[in-house]
Nanobody, 123 residues
């Protein structure tokens, strides 16, 4: 019921900046938490940053002060502004959301992932 599409990944030199976007579409009542995760080969997917519908944010210690998460509740979009990038930030970045969807006669919270976008930081 929810499709998430990321964009904005690419190759950047260490110390540079990059912005990611995630657009949500489909049939849902509301989107509660949205988040960015990242994953490198052989490692578990890890939380980068999250933001709830009220705008409260949470960051991994490794990105605090360098990354900024934001969202536009009207556009059902989320963004990640990344600066002072390091080679260890190289990963596939995934958009995630928890959305309330209608399952008659009630509703429930369901969880969705985007397809991922590659971010590569060269040293």
């Amino acid at each position: 019921q929810v499709q998430l599409v990321e964009s904005g990944g690419g190759l950047v030199q260490a110390g540079g900046s990059l912005s990611l976007s995630c657009a949500a579409s489909g049939s849902f009542l509301s989107i509660n938490v949205m988040a960015w995760y990242r994953q490198t080969a052989g490692k578990q997917r890890e939380l980068v940053a999250s933001i709830n519908s009220g705008g409260s944010t949470n960051y991994a210690d490794s990105v605090k002060g360098r990354f900024t998460i934001s969202r536009d509740n009207v556009k059902n979009a989320m963004y990640l502004q990344m600066s002072s990038l390091k080679p260890e930030d190289t990963a596939v970045y995934y958009c995630y959301c928890a959305a309330e969807i209608r399952i008659l006669p009630t509703s429930l919270i369901a969880y969705y992932w985007g397809q991922g976008t590659q971010v590569t930081v060269s040293s």
